[in-house]
């Protein structure tokens, strides 16, 4: 049986969200902006009004400014987005429960022995690209295949271009669509390896497929065949089913797009544990504890964006940052592809009430959570720098740089 694998991709996503939360900037040129005011935040979307003045993701205010002198600079909210991706996979669970977040606004469906249910692949992504304008008011795009790359493809190289918004490519007709294409539009090509390419005299996919598996190995090792098989359309991954969005409920979160790239693990981790202690204190001040954490990681590459939006229920509800925090760590490192992130996120779901967890005599839970409200209470008062982690004063941690900013990047 052929499998019939979707990618939906959200157009312009966070930019659209703004728009569906304000409909007064429909058809309008709009940018969500780091910080506009001081002329130096970097575009992370554009409506389409915003892009037909040349306008792109990565670009700084001040060039946006003198392309489009009317361009409406938004500030991101992190937290809006990942509650709308959150209803987004809602949507998705309704169609199939092998649904697998790929990035925050990007995410696979395994729709293999639907048909009966939803009608022909084509059928599958009209009514999908109809479910989530429904429901969220944000135009989907959908890519079809028969394994997550082929998806993957048709969704970037084509649907995007489909005024129906969707494109199907298949074992049978992956060669005509794609080889004709220019090298750098491969999935996992890269600006150096498109220079490598190029330097050998491969400018298109066609040229790529026509070599052999195992020179490209020999000079670049498992990167190298797996380019190859991308380029004939070979894709072994399965679609893994989410998580029941019933440990999905209402949560709390927080996200910050990183003043600069982020290349070591350490100063990685550094934000990482202070975004979870935010998290975890968000949730203590509503006296829940989560059960689902989910970890939201954007690359800072904008011409070949990477990124991830993973989430895992832990073995038990918990508010406490150092029990959440070997969650985050496993999920980040699981998923980072180890180049350098621009935006990091988690959110805590799942919620019930603190009342209702399991207290342990072994584990010192009710110690623990004592004591972290203490440092809430300490915090509240005195503001968040009066009591803080030591790694907070290394290179990398932000939590002294946010304290100092007023209406500073929200969540």
Known sequence: MRKIILLADMESFYASVEVAKNPSLRS???????DPKLRHG????ATKEAKAYGIKTG???????KLCPGIIFVRPHMRDYIDVSLKIT??????SD?????????????MTGCEKLFGTPEDMAKLIIKKVWEKVNIRCRVGIGENPLQAKMACDRFAKKNKDGFFKLTHDNYAKHTWPLPIRDLFGVGSRMERNFLNIGIRKIGHLATLKKEDLK??????????????HGIDYSVIEPSISMKDIRKGVGHSITLPRDYRSKKEIEV???????????????????GRVVNVYCRGADFDFPTGFSRQVKMSEPTAVTM???PYVLKLFYAYWDRKPVRALGISLSGLTDLQEIQLSLFDKKEEKIALSKAVDSVRKRYGITSIFRLASLSQGGLLFDRANKIGGHEA
């Open 28 to 34: 309008k040129p709009v940018a969500v902006c780091g």
């Open 59 to 65: 670009m700084a205010a001040w060039e946006c400014t």
């Open 271 to 289: 934000v990482l544990l202070e975004i979870t202690e935010e998290v975890c204190r968000r949730a203590r001040s509503l006296s829940k504890v």
């Open 218 to 231: 020999r000079r670049w090792g498992i990167n190298g065949e797996i380019l190859w098989l991308n380029a």
């Open 42 to 45: 970097i575009v992370l979307a």
């Open 90 to 95: 809602e949507v998705f669970n309704g169609f």
């Open 98 to 110: 092998r649904v697998a977040p790929y990035s925050i606004d990007e995410q696979f469906l395994d």
């Open 323 to 325: 029990d959440v925090y």
